[in-house]
T-cell receptor
Framework: AQSVTQLDSHVSVSEGTPVLLRCNYS??????LFWYVQHPNKGLQLLLK????ATLVKGINGFEAEFKKSETSFHLTKPSAHMSDAAEYFC????????????WGAGTKLIIKP | SAVISQKPSRDICQRGTSLTIQCQVD?????MFWYRQQPGQSLTLIAT?????????ESGFVIDKFPISRPNLTFSTLTVSNMSPEDSSIYLC??????????FGPGTRLTVT
């Protein structure tokens, strides 16, 4: 069965410094992978997705993620954090048991220090 | 992409009552989903709602507690029945636009007292 693990429940960085949110997945096939962001009291927004094309995926707001099959990882990065990046981030993997279901990570809360 | 609206955006309800949440999409979609997000938690899929067929419920969720309607390709409702404080959550609808990509509504924040 597939699973997804977000290695940090909270990440705190200073404004202007790099962001790294870690995600590992478990799957017996090549999955689709996503990062979603949820700002306080707002809905979920798709940041980026990997669907077996380029392994380095660029998303919105300067975020990018690299699919590493050998490490079963899909870490999210951003070179320079902005105060507006403070939010909850979810790593998500497609389910092999259906052609539409998603498996959600527990989430990582990103805190930006001024 | 798809634009999704939900009503109500929030509500405070008494235990034992029911609340119906509406989800409207700006385009026709085959698959719609209902999720629950308990405070400080990730998302849990409640059910999948396809137009013209019965909703498919995930383990731990039953139709008597969470009846769903899907009358057409742009609209769905979720009812939370006989509510208890444990039902206090954010309820989200989403649509699948292909290749597992889902777009979400803004959510309904439910508090049961």
């Amino acid at each position: 069965a597939q699973s997804v693990t977000q290695l940090d429940s909270h990440v705190s960085v200073s404004e202007g410094t790099p962001v790294l949110l870690r995600c590992n997945y478990s799957s017996s096939y090549s999955p689709s992978l996503f990062w979603y962001v949820q700002h306080p009291n707002k809905g979920l927004q798709l940041l980026l997705k990997y669907t077996s094309a380029a392994t380095l995926v660029k998303g919105i707001n300067g975020f990018e993620a690299e699919f590493k099959k050998s490490e079963t990882s899909f870490h999210l990065t951003k070179p320079s954090a902005h105060m507006s990046d403070a939010a909850e981030y979810f790593c998500v993997v497609s389910s092999m048991d259906s052609n539409y279901q998603l498996i959600w990570g527990a989430g990582t809360k990103l805190i930006i220090k001024p | 992409s798809a634009v999704i609206s939900q009503k109500p955006s929030r509500d405070i309800c008494q235990r034992g009552t029911s609340l119906t949440i509406q989800c409207q999409v700006d385009s026709q979609v085959t698959m719609m989903f209902w999720y629950r997000q308990q405070p400080g938690q990730s998302l849990t899929l409640i059910a999948t709602a396809n137009q013209g067929s019965e909703a498919t419920y995930e383990s731990g969720f039953v139709i008597d507690k969470f009846p769903i309607s899907r009358p057409n390709l742009t609209f769905s409702t979720l009812t939370v029945s006989n509510m208890s404080p444990e039902d206090s959550s954010i309820y989200l609808c989403s649509v699948d636009i292909g290749e597992y990509e889902q777009y979400f509504g803004p959510g309904t924040r439910l508090t049961v007292t």
